[in-house]
């Protein structure tokens, strides 16, 4: 399974802050890339939002989005397929990263990861041959087990 996280920062003081988190999020993948949880998500998209207040109304988080069958669409000239696919969005607090330590930053996206993860219960009618337990689970496991750096 696919599991990505990306962060979106729009101020150079919060790309180092995203710096720190993206070894973590590539161990996660690494971590996640060969369980199978059934057939009907095959790739999970979490993306942090994180910029300075002026700026939020510019940069409201999506709502989740599943996708069972698949699509195509293209933007920028580019094909994006989509097949799957379980995509969601958080807007991150800018006031508390900007002054939080990284460890603080670490444990607040820990946090946020957890909380997208159990969205997919909101979602569970459209999901019936997906074992959200145990993908829960095993993320839990994931960052409980010090797989963080």
Known sequence: ????????????????????FR??????????????????????????ICVSP?????F??????YTKARKVSHKDGFEIVRERMFEC?????????????IEEVKGLLTQEVLQAVERLHKHKPKLESFDIHSF?????FFFANNLVD
């Open 89 to 101: 969005e958080v807007l991150l607090p800018y006031d508390t990263l900007a002054t939080a330590s």
């Open 136 to 140: 829960i689970q095993d993320i839990r």
């Open 1 to 20: 399974m696919l599991f990505h996280v990306n962060a979106i920062a729009h101020t150079p003081e919060l790309e180092n802050v995203f710096a720190s």
């Open 23 to 48: 070894a973590t999020q590539s161990r996660l993948q690494t971590y996640m890339e060969h369980k199978d949880y059934g057939e009907d998500i095959q790739a999970f998209l979490l993306g942090f």
């Open 60 to 65: 409201k988080p999506r709502r989740d989005r």
């Open 54 to 58: 002026a700026y939020d109304s510019f």
